[in-house]
């Protein structure tokens, strides 16, 4: 049996090893378009904000792969999928048939659409590469906005505060983590972050991005303008469906499954941040896991295991902050 997993993520790098331990004899192949094995992204927030030196991000190794026999692949972008002929092709142009296949391509950054977004100096975080990207940057660029002030927005200008001189966040809701916390805990999370020397703008929306005397200028609909020298942009992720789109396969706000986590080709399954499932996707480092577990159950033994919808704890810590004595 030929195994193939696209993505090196929680969910691709748990499912191969999933599938390894159910099945010894198997081929099992793991293609990234990343340079690196896998490496856990929530601690790219200690890594911005020098906690820890870059080789502790890293889980598994190359040593790791070779002595579980899963072939992995690195700087590896699919761009085709034959569904008929079970095989993809990668953009060096490597054949990698499969019988079974697991999408588990993940989520990339969405960028709001204001004019001058596509600055060079308007950032994401969502990988090794953006976080070296912004380390880079920030020795000469020290006044930093940070559009969006969700979970991650907050613990990216909280991990940059001790590294910058200014910090500024723009958020388009009246209190921090609205989805979270109602007004009073909002007004206090944001005190305890004021005291720390984050600077907030809520309640604006953030309308175009200009190059002024060498700064970078946001106005906002209130016409408020935030100036600095970096921007992150924090505003949600999106799933990635590309290449499942490409290749006829069902989606929507992400790549469609049932409840075996198939696709709507029999012998393709998807799993983590890029799945929809029953109108509902997922962001979150549990619901990979499980999916991948559950994934690989059934790709070995044919539709064995129902996933049993991941349920969430409430966030409890953001920037080291409790949220429930607030």
Not at 3 to 26: F, M, S, V
Request: proline share 1%; with cysteine.
């Amino acid at each position: 049996m030929r195994y193939l997993i696209i993505g090196n993520g929680i969910a691709g790098t748990n499912a191969a090893k999933k599938i390894r331990d159910l099945d010894k004899e198997a081929s099992v192949s793991v293609l990234t378009d990343e340079s690196y094995p896998y490496y856990t992204r929530p601690k790219l927030i200690n890594y911005l904000a020098s906690k820890i030196t870059e080789d502790k991000l890293f889980v598994y190794k190359s040593d790791w792969y070779r002595q579980n026999n899963i072939k992995l692949y690195l700087n590896s972008c699919i761009t085709e999928i034959n569904r008929k002929n079970k095989f993809i092709l990668d953009n060096k142009n490597n054949k990698f048939h499969y019988d079974k296949m697991l999408l588990a391509v993940g989520s990339s950054a969405a960028k709001i659409p204001v004019t001058g977004s596509d600055n060079s100096l308007v950032l994401t975080l969502r990988c090794l590469d953006d976080a070296r990207h912004i380390i880079d940057l920030i020795k000469k660029r020290r006044e930093i906005i940070v559009i969006g002030g969700g979970l991650l927005g907050l613990e990216v200008a909280d991990s940059l505060k001790g590294v910058a001189e200014k910090v500024q966040v723009i958020e388009i809701s009246d209190h921090l983590l609205s989805y979270q916390l109602n007004e009073k805990q909002g007004k206090n999370l944001e005190q305890k972050l004021k005291h720390k020397g984050i600077i907030f703008y809520l309640n604006e929306i953030c309308r175009n991005i200009e190059n002024y005397n060498n700064k970078l200028v946001v106005t906002t609909e209130n016409n408020t303008t935030v100036t600095g020298d970096l921007i992150i942009m924090s505003t949600g992720i999106k799933a990635r469906k590309e290449v499942a789109s490409a290749a006829g396969l069902h989606t929507d706000k992400g790549i469609v499954v049932n409840k075996y986590l198939q696709t709507s080709d029999e012998s393709i399954y998807a799993a983590g941040d890029c799945i929809q499932l029953g109108g509902k996707t997922w962001g979150f480092v549990k619901s990979s896991v499980e999916q991948a577990f559950t994934a690989a159950e059934n790709m070995v033994y044919a539709n064995k295991s129902a996933y049993k919808e991941t349920k969430i704890d409430p966030t409890i810590k953001v920037t080291g902050i409790n949220l429930k004595e607030l």
